[in-house]
């Protein structure tokens, strides 16, 4: 059967990071693209998710930036914090953005059925709304992730917990928020609430936070919380929560009680697969629901593909759009590539905030065996006058046989912005002899990347 035989050359499903970016590329090269979209243009990370999360980081700093000003001579007298306004102001700029992507799309002559998308069999799928089912040579499955949530049965009062996507709506600061989870999504939002006033208890299963993260940076992020007033119970998970008069009671497995107004659960996300027919279609899904791919987010069945979060590699917006691209310039382009999964940078917007890439200390202990450390912990110059007593950490890992730098791991203010640039020569390949030849840029927290000569040693400490 001929291209033309089929309604579309291109359905993709899921207007998100990875979706957009795919139709795009793939209308721009003149094949006929359908997105379809069930809830808002832009996907998680527009919509509730990156975006809306540094609006609330940045929120959150301003309270802390007011009252260490003073150490600089400032004065901000009665100064105070209105949720609903800040949330207004927030929301107008989402609207703003996903409008953009939807203009953008069209622009390059997608057309966009704003309804839910489900497979019939391979090459069909059935729009909810409508009814309708329409045709394509090639499937995109783009649809992202949702938050997990243990059932009734597992967690009994479940249904009084709300989830990341909940949070851009609530109209108040709750007094108490306990959060659970222990990874970046759970500790960027205690401290985004404790920021705001909130008194936070941050309940975690494991023995520190950020699990997969560099052992120093977790316990750095550990302090940090603890730092910012936020209640850390480890080796914890909920029995059951129970709504009374005074609010919510959790219980927990270690017998405690605590008592809150709010119970933001962040204890891991889910691929958007339920319902989408993908056994229709004879799509594989691995043991989470997840679509299986190869490294051209090819599926089991040869004209489908899938890229993004719903694929489970790494759930990261730049990741979801970087596969999108490859797969359209594959596919329609005439130029193929694949998305290398090495090196990506990563942040937590934690205070201190995370910066990384490249290989834990462990990992790279266990990849490549012999490895030297390179460590520091100063206090920044900005904290010097402003009573901050938090410090930025920072750590080399280098390949001892080359000298290959094989990860980077800042925490400390600006730690994202410091790290992006950083990423840079690590994934050309620097050398630790590298960062040595460079010259550092004075006064700056970055200037100590390059500045570092003393390999750590365990036996010093
Ligand atoms: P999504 O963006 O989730 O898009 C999928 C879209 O598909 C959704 O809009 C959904 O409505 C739609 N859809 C689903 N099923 C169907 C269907 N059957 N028919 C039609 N439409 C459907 N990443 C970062 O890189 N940095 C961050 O700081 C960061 N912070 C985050 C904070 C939070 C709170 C969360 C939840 C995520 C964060 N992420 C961050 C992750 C990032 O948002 C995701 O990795 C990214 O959005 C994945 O893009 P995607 O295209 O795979 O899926």
Redesign the pocket.
């Known amino acids: 059967m001929s291209a033309r035989a089929y309604d579309y050359d291109l359905f993709v499903?899921?207007?998100?990071?990875?979706?957009?970016r795919a139709g795009r590329i793939a209308a721009l090269t003149g094949a006929k693209v359908a997105l379809?979209?069930?809830?808002?243009?832009?996907?998680?990370?527009?919509?509730?998710?990156?975006v809306p999360?540094?609006f609330m980081v940045y929120a959150s700093d301003y309270g802390k930036h007011i009252a260490k000003s003073e150490g600089y001579g400032w004065s901000v007298d009665g100064a105070s914090y209105d949720h609903g306004k800040f949330m207004t102001r927030m929301h107008a700029e989402i609207d703003r953005l996903s409008a953009i992507y939807d203009r953008n799309l069209r622009n390059a002559g997608v057309e966009i059925i704003s309804?839910?998308?489900?497979f019939v069999d391979a090459h069909t799928l059935r729009l909810?709304t409508s009814g309708r089912t329409v045709t394509a040579e090639k499937i995109l499955i783009?649809?992202?992730?949702?938050?997990w949530l243990p059932s009734p049965e597992e967690l009994p009062g479940v249904q009084h917990v709300i989830t990341?996507?909940e949070?851009f709506e609530m109209e108040a600061v709750p007094k108490r928020l306990v959060v659970a989870g222990g990874g970046?999504?759970a500790v960027?939002?205690a401290h985004v609430f404790a920021g705001l006033g909130a008194e936070v208890t941050l309940v975690y299963r494991g023995e520190t936070v950020l699990r997969g993260f560099d052992d120093d940076v977790r316990l750095a992020v550990h302090e940090g919380l603890k730092e910012a007033g936020v209640r850390v119970v480890t080796t914890c998970t909920f029995e059951r929560i129970e709504k009374g008069e005074g609010g919510l009671t959790i219980t927990l497995s270690s017998g405690h009680e605590i008592e809150t107004d709010t119970i933001l659960m962040?204890v891991g996300?889910q691929a958007?697969t339920e319902?989408?027919g993908c056994e229709k279609a004879g799509v594989a899904l691995n043991e989470n629901g997840n679509v299986i791919v190869d490294d051209f987010s090819r599926t089991n069945i040869e004209n489908i593909w899938a890229?993004?979060?719903?694929t489970g590699r790494m759930?990261?917006?730049?990741?979801?759009?970087r596969e999108?691209h490859a797969f359209a310039d594959t596919e329609f382009g005439g130029k193929p590539w694949k998305m290398d999964h090495s090196y990506v940078p990563?942040?937590v917007?934690s205070r201190p905030e995370v910066g990384t890439v490249g290989l834990s200390e462990a990992e790279a202990r266990r990849q490549h065996g012999e490895i030297d450390i390179y460590k520091t912990n100063f206090r920044p110059m900005k904290n010097a006058l402003n009573g901050d007593t938090s410090r930025t950490f920072m750590k080399l890992v280098v390949r001892a046989s080359d000298q290959r730098m094989l990860g980077v791991h800042v925490v400390g203010e600006d730690a994202a912005e410091m790290i992006q640039t950083a990423a840079i020569a690590v994934k050309m390949g620097a050398t630790k002899q590298d960062f040595d030849q460079t010259c550092a840029l004075h006064p700056s927290s970055a200037e100590e990347l390059v500045t570092m000569r003393t390999k750590w040693q365990p036996e010093a400490i």
């Open positions: 499903i899921g207007g998100g990071s990875g979706g957009v379809a979209e069930e809830y808002r243009m832009g996907g998680t990370c527009v919509i509730r998710g990156c999360k540094k309804e839910r998308a489900e909810k783009a649809t992202g992730g949702r938050p990341s996507n949070v970046y999504i960027e939002f962040a996300r958007n319902g989408l890229v993004g979060d719903v759930g990261l917006t730049p990741v979801a759009i999108g990563t942040a917007f």
